[in-house]
């Protein structure tokens, strides 16, 4: 599933809003889950499930831990061959 950086953005946000109620708007790159959004890790779980689902990728749970910022998922998710 080719998605350019900012397809991956906005489904990334559409999924923070609906799994932790932070506006998709407030999700840039530059913000931390736990810091600047205020997500637990009960809520990064969710989000991880709902992310392998939306952009077809595993994301182990060893993998989660290393994912601190919304770039850091973004750039997992081109690892992972999600972008064009």
């Not at 709902?50 to 081109?78: C, H, M, S, W």
């Amino acid at each position: 599933m080719a998605m350019t950086d900012q397809e991956m953005l906005k489904g990334l946000g559409e999924i923070v809003d609906e799994v932790a109620g932070v506006p998709a708007d407030q999700v840039t790159p530059d913000k931390s889950f736990v810091d600047d959004l205020d997500i637990d890790s009960l809520s990064m779980v969710e989000i991880a499930v709902a992310a392998q689902d939306k952009f077809g990728v595993e994301i182990p749970d060893d993998q989660l831990k290393n994912l601190k910022t919304v770039q850091d998922v973004l750039d997992y998710l081109r690892g992972a061959g999600v972008s064009a």
